[in-house]
Nanobody, 116 residues
Framework: QVPLVESGGGLVQAGGSLRLSCAASRSIFRFNIMRWYRQAPGKQREFVASITRGGNTNYADSVKGRFTISRDNVKNTVYLQMNSLKPEDTADYYC??????????WGKGTLVTVSS
């Protein structure tokens, strides 16, 4: 097991910023990719951003130019810097890591609420 623990969520006004963290209890270097997802109330979970071991990033169109994903392989942590937040960014945010031997690893999520 590689428990993932998200933190950094909270209440912020539109236009504000938050930085989410995803801490792993073991090395994340072995994961060739790590991802952030989010799930808004009444909606399906959706992809937000990903980062490979080599640092290549990919973003959902809805967050491009506003969110930045990064990883620190020494601290075993993945970050999601979120700027220019909008009310539609309100959701539970989840960290994800692949598991070749079974279901992917998921954290329990951190809630981000953006007020208008």
């Amino acid at each position: 097991q590689v428990p993932l623990v998200e933190s950094g969520g909270g209440l912020v006004q539109a236009g504000g910023s938050l930085r989410l963290s995803c801490a792993a209890s073991r090395s994340i270097f072995r994961f060739n990719i790590m991802r952030w997802y989010r799930q808004a109330p009444g909606k399906q979970r959706e992809f937000v951003a990903s980062i490979t071991r080599g640092g290549n990033t990919n973003y959902a169109d809805s967050v491009k130019g506003r969110f930045t994903i990064s990883r620190d392989n020494v601290k075993n942590t993945v970050y999601l810097q979120m700027n220019s937040l909008k009310p539609e960014d309100t959701a539970d945010y989840y960290c994800n890591a692949p598991n070749d031997l079974g279901p992917d690893y998921w954290g329990k999520g951190t809630l981000v609420t953006v007020s208008s």
